[in-house]
């Protein structure tokens, strides 16, 4: 286990040197500039010293070597559009919003998602597995900044029973969740209803059966335990991508998370912020996706390690 753990680390390292790496060329080349905004206001020589006092006039592989230097040291610089701010201050400023909105978002995927799955593998109705199919359907088709505009329109302008500006409520927290949570709804009760109904096959529930073990105790002491593996393996990049932000339904509903901080980093060509942002994001990945794979090795001993 410690040498697999060991294993996965080295190669996430060299995953993020390389994302790292993709990222800070890649955002050189396109054109544009930090001070591209204050051009008209700036005169030339004022410019020229931004530009030298940030090392911006250096090759860009000495830039390159420089801040992977100064990111080894824990120094990830300060913000190029909001000058004087660490990037780091801005980040953890911004993650307590997208990390709780994540989470609620998660939790209703995963109990709805479960639920509709567990529902449409054992129900003797057609109508609700053609109900089941349709939502997942809808929930794989339809974008989350779709869904968020209609319901932003709908219930928060004309009927006006929810707000559609910021974070302070629990009440902020019902549209957003929502439409972060439908995709991983759909692909969840799919995941859910396909590992049930294969389950249900095996033979080691067949004597669960036949040993008078109550239907509801079959269902969560055997079956769902093995249905869920696939499940978790969905959830680890799935709770990642929640909690470090959804660029799109952040910026629609103005949270102040840092979705909405990556967002603004692009188009202020704030090279430090996003190179930040996208180590952070590449890290926990990374980690989700050993999490997952522990976890899922402990629910199933059929899976090993190696």
Request: aromatic share 10%; proline share 4%; charged share 10%.
């Amino acid at each position: 286990m410690a040498k697999y753990i060991v294993k996965r680390a080295l190669i996430g390292v060299v995953t993020l040197f390389a994302l790292a790496t993709i990222t800070f060329f890649m955002m050189h080349i396109i054109p544009g500039s930090p001070f591209a905004g204050e051009t008209s206001r700036l005169p030339a020589s004022v410019r020229e010293t931004l530009i030298e006092s940030y090392g911006l006039d250096q090759p860009l592989t000495t830039q390159f070597a420089t801040y992977l230097k100064n990111v080894l040291h824990g120094d990830f610089g300060t913000s190029l559009n909001r000058r004087g701010r660490d990037v780091v201050d801005i980040i953890l400023t911004g993650l307590p919003a997208t990390a709780s909105l994540g989470i609620v978002a998660f939790c209703i995927a995963l109990s709805v998602g479960v639920f509709l799955g567990t529902a449409a593998a054992f129900s003797k109705q057609k109508w609700v597995s053609g109900a089941v199919a349709f939502l997942s359907t809808i929930g794989v088709s339809v974008p989350s900044f779709l869904l968020a505009l209609l319901m932003m329109l709908v219930f928060g302008v004309l009927l006006g029973w929810l707000p559609i500006v910021g974070l302070s409520s629990w009440q902020h927290y019902i549209m957003p969740s929502i439409a972060l949570a439908l995709s991983p709804i759909a692909m969840i009760t799919r995941l859910v209803r396909t590992s049930l109904m294969e389950v249900m096959r095996q033979d080691y529930m067949v004597l669960a059966r036949s040993k008078g073990t109550s239907e509801l105790k079959v269902i969560i002491r055997h079956a769902l335990k093995n249905a869920l593996v696939p499940v978790i393996t969905y959830a680890g990049p799935l709770i990642a991508t929640l909690l470090t932000g959804s660029f799109v339904v952040e910026t629609l509903f103005s949270v102040p998370g840092i979705g909405a901080e990556f967002v603004n980093s692009v188009s202020n060509r704030d090279y430090t912020l996003i190179m930040a942002l996208t180590i952070f994001y590449g890290s926990f990945i990374i980690i989700a996706n050993i999490v997952t794979d522990l976890i899922t090795a402990a629910m199933d001993p059929r899976i090993r390690l190696k």
